[in-house]
């Protein structure tokens, strides 16, 4: 079974950083992308970034510039690296897997998603 885990979220001053981690497990045989979401209570849940199992990468207009995301293959592992935080990007963060090419991909879901990590950034 694949699962998501994210780490790293926390409380931030406007203006500071924060590293999220996403950690995945149970792929096998199959390329996946790996994404970042956020969501504020109440409202839709919004893409942040992305980086395709070829390396491409894409950014919300909103964040351009300020993060950067990157993987890991070896270790299974995505992050995201934000600077220069605004208070209105508190939300939950959530990492997403989405697979594309390979001979067992069959067997996995289109999509998973981790449980979420909280970031609050205060004014």
């Known amino acids: 079974q694949v699962r998501l885990v994210e780490s790293g979220g926390g409380s931030v001053q406007a203006g500071g950083s924060l590293r999220l981690s996403c950690t995945a497990s149970?792929?096998?045989?199959?390329?996946?992308?790996m994404s970042w979401y956020r969501q504020v209570s109440g409202k839709e849940r919004e893409f942040v970034s992305v980086?395709?199992?070829?390396?491409?990468?894409r950014y919300a207009d909103s964040v351009k510039g300020r993060f950067t995301i990157s993987r890991d293959n070896a270790k299974n592992t995505l992050y995201l690296q934000m600077n220069s935080l605004k208070p209105e990007e508190t939300a939950m963060y959530y990492c997403?897997?989405?697979?594309?090419?390979?001979?067992?991909?069959?067997?996995?879901?289109?999509?998973?998603w981790g449980q979420g990590t909280p970031v609050t950034v205060s004014s």
């Open positions: 997403k897997a989405t697979r594309r090419l390979g001979s067992r991909c069959w067997l996995y879901d289109p999509n998973y």
């Open positions: 980086v395709e199992a070829v390396g491409f990468t």
């Open positions: 149970g792929y096998f045989g199959c390329t996946y992308d």
